[in-house]
């Protein structure tokens, strides 16, 4: 639910025609918001925030404790497609390059899912589906995954990788914030020790998670890290469905997206200059 943050951002970068992007990364339920900014649907996910997925149906801590799922991605999807559909076609015909981040489960690394307008839907629930607070596995093209978060939470790596070297990062942590090995992980292991490339992504998480910060805070030569992120923790939590929390936090959102976009226009110009001198 922390996503509502990025909602935020997103929307002022539809509104200001803001998409100087070659590539766009996304990773659990930013996978949803760039898909959502992809196609051009300005103020799409901040309704699935704070309409199908407050509901009770999705979030229910007590028919996780019962065995079944605290996040039901499989309502959620449902309800979604009926009553707020992502527009899948015009998502896959962006000029963006996109991928969707999920933890394969048989090896428990990242894969950088690209797909099409057919089998986004399933590929989105693929970088969402978060290990015991749901408790299926999703099956594609021959390989099963779960959430991305636990295998590459910020892939500023992989947006290197591919070239990106003016880089802006929207976290829904504060940017000062460096995930600490915890007892979720230790339990997250344990409760999947039946599937051990999960339990090891699981034991990795935290460490993958400061990796992806120390690069952020120390790129390579020539390449700008833009973090657009709260100055201390948000409102919301995982599992909030306070409404005034998520539109503080949407609220939140949009004034630093607009403060990111100057941010990314002076790297700009300051980067001209650099090559004019």
């Known amino acids: 639910m922390r996503g509502i943050f990025a909602a935020g951002v997103l929307d002022v970068f539809l509104e200001q025609q803001f998409c100087p992007f070659n590539v766009a990364l996304g990773v659990s339920v930013g996978a949803s918001n760039i898909l959502s900014f992809l196609a051009g649907q300005h103020g ?10 407050s509901r009770r149906e999705f979030i229910d801590p007590w028919r996780g404790v019962r065995g079944g799922h605290t996040l ?12 707020d559909p992502l527009d899948r076609r015009a998502a896959a015909a962006s000029k963006v390059e996109y991928a969707l981040v999920a933890t394969c489960v048989r090896t ?19 970088s969402c589906a978060l290990p015991v607070l749901y408790r299926s596995t999703i099956s594609l093209g021959g390989e099963r995954y779960v959430d991305g978060g636990l295998s590459d939470p910020i892939p500023v790596r992989e947006a290197y990788r591919r070239g990106a070297r003016t880089i802006v990062v929207v976290r829904s942590r504060a940017a000062e914030f460096v995930k600490n090995a915890r007892v979720g992980n230790r339990v997250g292991a344990w409760a999947m020790r039946h599937e051990p490339g ?15 910060v120390a690069f952020m805070k120390a790129p390579p030569a ?20 306070d409404p005034d929390s ?8 949009r004034a630093l ?9 002076r790297a700009r110009r300051s980067e001209a200059l650099e090559m004019a001198g």
């Open 246 to 253: 998520l539109h503080r936090d949407y609220a939140l959102g």
């Open 108 to 126: 428990g690394e990242p894969r950088y899912l690209a797909p099409g307008a057919e089998t986004m839907l399933d590929a989105l629930k693929a």
């Open 222 to 241: 020539g390449c700008n890290v833009i973090q657009v992120a709260p100055a201390r923790s948000l409102a919301t939590g995982r599992t909030s469905r």
């Open 198 to 212: 999960v339990a090891r992504a699981c034991r990795r998480a935290a460490s993958v998670y400061r990796d992806a």
């Open 72 to 83: 039901d991605l499989d309502w959620l999807w449902d309800a979604i497609e009926r009553e």
């Open 44 to 53: 799409r996910t901040r309704r699935c925030f704070l309409n199908q997925m």
């Open 257 to 265: 997206g607009r403060e990111a976009i100057e941010r990314f226009e």
